[in-house]
């Protein structure tokens, strides 16, 4: 040869008369060319690792992390827990965020609570629901706060993200109604002999049935006379 080569990125040649290059070690790098000592490759930083000879350190993939320097694999990486993420070449863990939440290990992001939930604390797995009676429309609820108390005259079961009108003959005499429905008891009122159908308490009107208002209407005695029969005269024959 009339010239030496230059050692390339990741390589180094620490003495004279070398006649090859050597590899920076599993877990150091080198982006320069033309290293003279394996002092010259660092350590690959935390949520990185590279194999030997490596220029660059590859890093853990989305959803792990790794929180050593040096590593030397991707198996040194290992699996957000469920609550948690990672995007790549992370050296820690994010929690998912209250009115968020993860459900299992290694993602790379978190779900938020949908309509009738609520995540009140950091790094949850699942979402709370709002309580039987409650109602919230929107998501990413961080806060029991969040769930509105239904309407009087509607009700809501556990994690509802609407409340539900009571049904004809039925009513809710509160706000914050659960998930039951108060049967009307048929009222009438007895006024001149006719059936007035009498509204439950301002709420929904309960008809009652032909046999009640029957029932309910007044008794009279009627006096009926007795028909007698009188038998045909004899017609009188004169002699």
């Not at 957000?80 to 993602?107: D, I, K, R």
């Not at 979402?127 to 706060?145: I, L, R």
């Not at 007795?226 to 005269?233: E, L, S, Y």
């Amino acid at each position: 040869l009339s010239t030496c080569l230059t050692c390339g990125a990741g390589l180094f040649a620490s003495g004279t008369g070398a006649t090859s290059c050597v590899k920076c070690a599993a877990g150091t790098f080198w982006t320069g060319v033309g290293a003279n000592s394996s002092g010259l490759c660092a350590a690959c930083a935390a949520g990185t690792f590279s194999t030997g000879g490596s220029s660059l350190c590859a890093e853990c993939t989305t959803g792990s992390y790794a929180t050593g320097t040096g590593l030397n694999s991707s198996g040194s990486c290992a699996a957000c827990v469920a609550g948690s993420f990672s995007t790549g070449g992370a050296s820690v863990c994010t929690l998912c965020q209250p009115g968020w939440y993860g459900t299992g290990s290694g993602t790379s992001a978190c779900l938020m609570c949908s309509a009738g939930t609520y995540g009140s604390i950091g790094g949850a797995t699942t979402c709370a629901k709002c309580t039987a009676g409650t109602y919230w429309t929107g998501s990413g609820a961080s806060s029991s706060v969040s769930c509105l108390l239904c309407a009087a005259g509607s009700f809501a079961t556990a994690g509802a993200s609407s409340c539900m009108g009571c049904s004809a003959g039925t009513y809710g005499s509160i706000g914050g109604d659960a998930a039951v429905e108060l049967s009307c008891i048929a009222r009438t009122l007895h006024e001149d002999d006719k059936i007035a159908i009498k509204d439950c308490a301002g709420h929904h009107l309960h008809k009652p049935a032909i046999a009640d208002i029957v029932s309910a209407l007044p008794s009279k005695r009627v006096k009926v006379r007795k028909r007698v029969k009188v038998p045909p005269q004899k017609k009188l024959i004169s002699e």
